[in-house]
């Protein structure tokens, strides 16, 4: 095989095909399994489905649809065993694509939407529910056109979706959201940044209610959402590990207090601009660590990840936050850090924060001092 | 390729290199030495010059000239020393003027 793929000619292909000359054993016939016979590979429209398969994941997906245009046995071939595929790139023509692509490619379990420019409409999406029964992980942010007759849709076609990205489709209504979580209860990860209609505290409130698995929500510049809605998901969420919060304007304390003794395994949470919130909502999480670390210690069954608790914190402009809360929650949590490299604690806009230290840095100070004198 | 949304960087003007995260900014109402500046929590892939007293517009500091590591371009300065109660929360901070800073083109 040549090293550059300008200069192979269709020569050469053929050529090499034949050396290869695969021989495989005879497919499944009816009624009985017939090993012995070998099908000799004669054509490229032979090769193995497993093998066509191996050779497409090397390649980006644009040459994977027109490879399942080639002919009937690539298409059923690829439509048979493609389980990812994005078409990120494409700047227009998603939609009608979509259509063409849904019917064919029904063992789909990864599908990657997202548009610089909207264009995907409830009709594709309509036609990927109806035929991709098996999909997990769908992204179809920045598609604002979409309506709720597609999360009607995908409630009735992927039970089994696990992470679903709607951010930007500002159209949603909070009735639909509740509709699909109502289905799809699997749901381990969801994004609905800028999603203000939708997501409001009774959505999260059928979200707590029916999505008991949901690991990651992103509520990122929902300013709806409130107390009620924020205590329900912590209630009806216990295994939540990352939340964002940015610009969810309207929470207070309430929410962060019942985030710290409803959701042990949380990592992430962002608070940014939230200016309700005060040091009685750092003190609680400082004092979650601790209770958390109490029950680990007396259950002897601390596992590495249960120890971790949180290593991302956001309170950009929190202003009324002062240093010894904030300092309290950076010493009850070792995996957040204000060290150069890694830092984790976000405090910007807050100047009266900066003396907040992680241990390891105060460590590196103290040393160096040691090294000085 | 696919638009990755990532972290928002600043980067030198100069050489695009990565500078800075705008979640860093701790204040934009700094003045540097010709306009606005922003001081930043942390900066990285800079080279911090060597330490010296001077009297700024909020009193005496000893600074360091932080410079791009990359082309050696001059960005602003790193507060070493503080000698004023009401200054110390800037120990360790960097400054980064406005003009010598660019969005990384993805935000």
Redo the contacts between chains.
């Keep these: 095989m040549g090293q550059d793929g300008n200069e192979l000619r269709t020569e050469d292909l053929n050529s090499c095909f034949k050396k290869l000359m695969m021989v495989v054993s005879g497919e499944e016939e009816v009624g009985k399994v017939n090993r012995e016979s070998p099908v000799r590979v004669k054509d490229w429209k032979d090769i193995p489905t497993e093998l066509l398969l191996r050779i497409l994941s090397l390649v980006d997906d644009s040459s994977v649809i027109m490879a399942s245009g080639v002919c009937k046995g690539w298409r059923d071939s690829i439509g048979s065993g493609l389980t990812h595929l994005?078409l990120?790139?494409l700047k227009k023509n998603m939609n009608n694509l979509l259509l063409s692509l849904a019917p064919k490619f029904t063992k789909l379990q990864m599908l990657?939407l997202?548009q610089?420019v909207a264009q995907l409409e409830d009709n594709a999406v309509e036609a990927i529910a109806t035929h991709c029964y098996e999909l997990r992980d769908l992204d179809l942010s920045k598609s604002f056109k979409l309506t709720d007759c597609s999360l009607h849709a995908l409630a009735h076609g992927c039970p089994n979706l696990a992470k679903l990205n709607i951010s930007g489709c500002w159209a949603f209504s909070p009735d639909a959201v509740v509709y699909l979580t109502n289905f799809c209860t699997q749901l381990r990860a969801l994004n609905l940044c800028g999603c203000v209609r939708a997501a409001t505290d009774c959505a999260l409130q059928a979200i707590g209610r029916n999505c008991s698995r949901l690991q990651m929500l992103n509520l990122g510049w929902c300013d709806n959402v409130g107390d009620l809605g924020v205590m329900s998901l912590a209630f009806g969420c216990p295994d939540l590990r990352v939340l964002d919060l940015c610009y969810c304007v309207r929470i207070t304390d309430d929410s962060v207090i019942a985030l710290a003794n409803g959701c042990p395994r949380l990592t992430s949470l962002g608070l940014y601009y939230c200016q309700n919130i005060t040091d009685r909502a750092m003190y609680s999480l400082a004092q979650s660590a601790v209770k958390r670390k109490r029950t680990l210690w007396d259950s002897r069954r601390s596992r590495r990840e249960d120890e971790e608790g949180l290593k991302s914190l956001?309170i950009?402009q929190c202003t009324a936050l002062t240093p010894p809360a904030v300092q309290a929650v950076c010493d009850s949590f070792p995996a957040l850090h204000?060290c150069?490299?890694r830092?984790s604690l976000?405090?910007?806009?807050?100047?009266?924060l900066?003396?907040v230290r992680c241990a390891c840095s105060l460590q590196a100070h103290s040393s160096l001092w040691y090294l000085a004198h | 390729m696919a638009e990755i949304v990532g972290p928002r960087l600043y980067c030198c003007y100069r050489c695009r290199n990565h500078v800075s995260f705008h979640d860093d900014i701790i204040s934009k109402t700094f003045q540097g030495r010709n306009g606005r500046a922003f001081l930043f929590s942390h900066a990285m892939n800079v080279t911090i010059g060597p330490k010296e007293d001077r009297n700024l517009l909020t009193g005496l500091h000893t600074v360091a000239d932080i410079s791009c590591a990359d082309c050696n371009e001059v960005l602003g300065w790193k507060y070493e020393r503080a000698y004023e109660a009401s200054q110390k929360y800037k120990e360790g901070k960097f400054i980064l003027e406005k003009a010598k800073i660019v969005k990384d083109d993805n935000w």
């Design positions: 994005s990120v790139q990657s997202r610089d956001n950009s204000t150069p490299g830092h976000i405090i910007s806009g807050c100047l009266s900066t003396s």
